[in-house]
DNA sequence: TTGTACGCGTTATCAC
DNA sequence: GTGATAACGCGTACAA
């Protein structure tokens, strides 16, 4: 009467060395491609393989290789802003592209809770992987310090301060630096910024950048931080400019969400851009293309990004040593009408 | 000379059973906190345990237990609308939690390419989860193929046609039609609709919907059918529409990026809205809140839908037959300026 | 070219 | 309470 799951009892090596009359030593060679298997025992190996139903389990084959073939990709955003950020996507796709080529398997991990950061360290730690990639790292990170200790060949995107493993990025300052000095050149007055993630080595250089360029003309109270990088945080951001300083003429927005977030408050306080207020933001995203009028930005790669760190953990897979001063990959700038 | 990776051993069972004086089966109840050890036993080995480092290996464990803890959530997207599809991130958000809480290790495989989906099926055949969930099916795909075969506890978010699989999913249909029905009531004579994904069951539904509301109104030169849920899309259908039928006064937008791309091409043509054309879409993401004026949509409920979805699997977990019929997770109507 | 036997690190089942 | 010992499914020297 018992409603039993009728899932048989999947085949093994053993049952197909049965069925072909054969020893497990040789399906073994046949099921790895390797040489030295008569045509004949291939042949049998083969119909008997299809005929059981094998597949190898991937568990056990691990357990002797003492390694997977998987790679991880770490995500740890607050929960919405996953979903938000742009770049997480691009930098995925790029690191699962070089991955998928080297025939790994990358698996993404989303850390959402205290509780997700146990137990991904203990997946971590466990064996399930040969490597990691870890996106969005914050400096007082419970996981990145969990990571550090793993003695995993690790490749980071974005270096918190004081971090040893290896990193890939981009001159966040340097970028920083060169699109706020369009707005010097075209003659604004009172350039402020909207600063955001300041928990992070992105926002920190980004706003030393934005000092640079303006060298002796900085104020501090044209300076506003936000938390993260978003669309509302922009918003709020620029209000409180407006609030502050209405004589504001010019911006940088520390992300395009939050440059698209601070051309909405300021179409709300009636001012026209680039007329009234130049603004810039960073990243090239999809929200660059769609504010109006179109945003000039920091064209960052981030498929690239991906693509340098799964090529980093694949080095150190291969032996190689990491870079210890990190990689830094091309930014370019892109103008629109916004400045 | 040579740079040799330091890399010691792992401590196993074994090393902790010496270092303790005690034997490996002691070790092994300690660490799975069982009952049956004596005080001064559990106190060795705990201290030997930290002596010598010892980590519990997943995959010498996953080949005697035969499971894994960890559940698959496969994204079939194709590459840039990943990034763009903000229900996915929600769902992934909403699954994550509650296999969380049921301390199962949620694993995002991406598929992104051929190779991916032959990779992907081994690596789930494998025996690396015990369970999966599937996002954004759709029929013809190799890879739902590769997964219904399985064998494997799975739910699918959405239900392709022909699928005998578990599922969860919205009334579609329903929603779509109760939306168009506000374009009616509210005078508009020319109603069109921008439909769009129409290789999956969402899409269809959607159009079927809007079908239902107008009833002997519908005009089929009155639909563009686009093949993304995107916003490149929604400019695109939106333009031909206004160029075939440029009386058209009302529009249901298949999602609200494509509803946000359809309001970009009526303000190119100097139409205002709701005044002009009256727009409605679907989803309630980000974007709806973000258009000008605000845009009237469905709200879908995609957190919810990832709960469902991993809760469907923890039962087939845990011995339940899945349910045939499918989940519906309810929707409700999100009223705004745009209709 | 093929078969045998051992080891990978755990958990589970027994006796003791 | 505790300790042997047998699985789990596979790769691979080594012998044949």
Redesign the pocket.
């Known amino acids: 009467m018992s409603t039993q799951s009728p899932r048989r009892?999947?085949a093994?090596?053993?049952d197909v060395a049965i069925e072909a009359g054969?020893?497990?030593?040789?399906v073994?060679?046949v099921?790895?491609g390797e040489r030295?298997?008569?045509d004949?025992?291939r042949a049998a190996i083969e119909a008997a393989i299809v005929k059981v139903g094998y597949v190898?389990?991937t568990a056990?084959?691990n357990?002797?290789?003492q390694r997977t073939q998987a790679v991880a990709f770490i995500v740890h955003e607050p929960g919405p802003l996953f979903v938000e950020d742009p770049n997480i996507g691009e930098i995925l796709l790029g690191a699962n592209a070089t991955l998928s080529a080297a025939d790994y398997q990358m698996t993404i991990l989303v850390v959402d809770s205290e509780r997700d950061t146990e137990r991904v360290a203990r997946f971590l730690r466990g064996g399930f992987v040969d490597g990691l990639i870890m996106v969005s790292a914050r400096t007082d990170d419970p996981i990145t310090r969990v990571i550090e200790q793993l003695e995993l060949p690790a490749a980071f995107v974005g270096h918190p301060p004081g971090l040893t493993a290896a990193w890939v990025g981009i001159d966040n300052r340097g970028s920083a630096r060169a699109v706020t000095e369009r707005l010097v050149a075209t003659g604004r007055r009172h350039i402020g910024m909207i600063a955001a993630a300041l928990d992070r080595d992105s926002g920190v250089d980004r706003l030393q950048g934005f000092t640079d360029a303006l060298g002796d003309r900085f104020r501090s109270d044209l300076v506003e931080s936000v938390p993260l990088y978003s669309y509302s945080a922009g918003v709020d951001g620029m209000r409180a400019l407006l609030a502050r300083r209405p004589e504001i003429d010019g911006v940088f927005a520390a992300s395009d969400a939050v440059a698209a977030g601070a051309i909405e408050a300021l179409r709300e306080a009636g001012r026209s851009i680039p007329d009234d207020v130049g603004v810039v933001g960073f990243d090239d995203s999809a929200w660059a293309r769609r504010t109006h009028p179109g945003l000039s930005t920091v064209r960052q790669p981030a498929a690239g990004l991906g693509r340098a760190a799964a090529e980093s953990v694949l080095a150190q897979l291969g032996g190689e040593q990491p870079l210890v001063d990190g990689i830094m990959v091309e930014t370019a700038i892109v103008w629109r009408e916004s400045a």
Chains 1, 2 share one sequence.
């Open positions: 009892k999947r093994t090596v053993h054969v020893s497990r030593g040789t073994s060679r099921v790895n030295y298997v008569s004949e025992a190898p389990n056990a084959r357990l002797v290789m």
